[in-house]
């Protein structure tokens, strides 16, 4: 019984050492992804939804498509941020060693946020804008133009019947993760208010994520988007 006793308590200690080292690393970027999606007035939520499904927070990842970081962006959409928005400097080192940009957790996020705001602004005021945004992140604007075309004078797609047209079922299944993760980063957040909590409650993980020590590679789900 002593023995077992022993066992038991190391058990729970480990699980809880692993625990906040779990949510240390869920959370160490939530200041940068807070300040970069302010910056763009994109929601933080949706952001770091994004990362959680395309890296799980790992700044070393590479895509199968040659997608790089934290948010997997890809080169040639860095390379459109650079000459849009970045200084001589910056687009100098982006045309130089794009890579090394992109490894840069900050920068990552930066450029996802400015890809995301692009791509919200498409869709102002359309019910599922969320739903558009997350297509067009991962299989390209145009697809995501195509899903959402209605016939002149038809009332917009809601957001089932968005989703219900994407013919990609990577794509499908990658946009209705994200809305599933990103719900419940609210729902949580709203409750933890309710109940007078100074700090959002941590959002357990998805059973079918990826844990910390995974060597998996990003999901499958995911493709590049263009």
């Given at each position: 019984?002593?023995?077992?006793?022993?066992?038991?308590?190391?058990?729970?200690?480990?699980?809880?050492?692993?625990?906040?080292?779990?949510?240390?690393?869920?959370?160490?970027?939530?200041?940068?992804?807070?300040?970069?999606?302010?910056?763009?007035?994109?929601?933080?939520d949706?952001?770091?939804?994004?990362?959680?499904?395309?890296?799980?927070?790992?700044?070393?990842?590479?895509?199968?498509?040659?997608?790089?970081?934290?948010?997997?962006?890809?080169?040639?959409?860095?390379?459109?941020?650079?000459?849009?928005?970045?200084?001589?400097?910056?687009?100098?080192?982006?045309?130089?060693?794009?890579?090394?940009?992109?490894?840069?957790?900050q920068?990552?996020?930066?450029?996802?946020?400015?890809?995301?705001q692009?791509?919200?602004?498409?869709?102002?005021?359309?019910?599922?804008?969320?739903?558009?945004?997350?297509?067009?992140?991962?299989?390209?604007?145009?697809?995501?133009?195509?899903?959402?075309?209605?016939?002149?004078?038809?009332?917009?797609?809601?957001?089932?019947?968005?989703?219900?047209?994407?013919?990609?079922?990577?794509?499908?299944?990658?946009?209705?993760?994200?809305?599933?993760?990103?719900?419940?980063?609210?729902?949580?957040?709203?409750?933890?208010?309710?109940?007078?909590?100074?700090?959002?409650?941590?959002?357990?993980?998805?059973?079918?994520?990826?844990?910390?020590?995974?060597?998996?590679?990003?999901?499958?789900?995911?493709?590049?988007?263009?």
């Open positions: 019984m002593k023995r077992l006793a022993v066992i038991l308590i190391a058990l729970v200690i480990v699980g809880c050492g692993l625990y906040f080292l779990d949510q240390y690393w869920i959370h160490r970027y939530d200041s940068v992804i807070a300040h970069e999606s302010a910056r763009y007035h994109v929601d933080a949706l952001v770091w939804s994004i990362a959680y499904e395309e890296s799980y927070f790992r700044s070393w990842m590479h895509g199968k498509d040659g997608e790089i970081g934290l948010m997997q962006v890809t080169p040639r959409v860095a390379q459109d941020w650079a000459s849009e928005k970045a200084s001589a400097t910056m687009q100098q080192q982006t045309a130089k060693d794009v890579e090394n940009v992109l490894r840069d957790p920068r990552n996020i930066q450029i996802a946020c400015w890809y995301l692009k791509a919200g602004d498409e869709y102002k005021d359309m019910p599922g804008r969320e739903a558009r945004m997350l297509a067009a992140y991962n299989a390209g604007p145009s697809r995501a133009a195509d899903w959402n075309r209605v016939e002149s004078g038809a009332r917009p797609l809601n957001e089932q019947e968005f989703i219900a047209r994407i013919d990609i079922p990577s794509t499908r299944a990658y946009v209705t993760s994200i809305l599933d993760r990103y719900r419940r980063v609210k729902s949580a957040k709203g409750n933890s208010l309710v109940r007078g909590q100074s700090s959002p409650a941590n959002i357990p993980a998805a059973p079918d994520a990826e844990n910390l020590f995974s060597s998996l590679g990003p999901s499958d789900r995911r493709t590049a988007y263009r």
